[in-house]
């Protein structure tokens, strides 16, 4: 007997509470007075900023297609460009689509990038590990990756890759090595 009431104690307060809402019901849809919306949830700036907004556009990132070149793709990065936000979609790799139509990436799964800053539109690029572990054509690739992608991110006069801190030579497709190199020096690589 004390079940049957206990049980019947709770479904009658679920009941009494399942009538108690915060918001009427309605049968169609009505606004809300703009004035009623907390938060500046309506804004159109950054709630918090000094009328900050946010803008997108679309950068290209570069990724190995199928037939082994380095072919851009476009991601959806925040205005002003960064070198650091793009290349933190070049990171993310390939979309599942762009996986299924044969797209990879040379860069490493553990690839680390520590800073990216851009100065004088030359790029400096910061990573915790050297490249120089892969293979000779994946190394290639993924400084290719790089150069590309960062060229289109204000470092136009090439990029600088150093390890810890320290400036470290980057292969180059002929076979010499560079401490900053271009998007010229890539060049070959592209699917055209």
Not at 39 to 56: A, E, H, S, W
Request: include cysteine.
């Amino acid at each position: 007997m004390k079940r049957l009431w206990t049980f019947s104690l709770g479904v009658g307060a679920a009941l009494v509470l399942a009538g108690c809402t915060l918001v009427p019901t309605a049968q169609s849809p009505s606004t809300i007075a703009r004035s009623q919306v907390a938060f500046g949830l309506q804004g159109k700036t950054i709630p918090g900023t000094d009328n900050g907004r946010v803008r997108f556009i679309t950068q290209p990132v570069y990724f190995v297609d199928a037939s082994g070149h380095v072919a851009p793709s476009s991601r959806l990065v925040a205005s002003p460009v960064t070198l650091g936000s793009v290349l933190r979609e070049l990171l993310l790799g390939p979309t599942l689509i762009e996986s299924s139509a044969g797209y990879t990436s040379a860069l490493p799964k553990d690839f680390v990038l520590v800073n990216a800053t851009v100065t004088n539109k030359l790029g400096v690029l910061d990573i915790a590990t050297p490249l120089s572990s892969l293979s000779r054509k994946n190394q290639l690739l993924a400084l290719g990756q790089l150069v590309l992608t960062a060229y289109n991110a204000g470092a136009t006069s090439g990029i600088e890759i150093t390890v810890a801190g320290l400036p470290t030579a980057s292969l180059l497709p002929n076979g010499t090595r560079s401490l900053i190199i271009t998007r010229s020096d890539f060049a070959s690589l592209l699917n055209a």
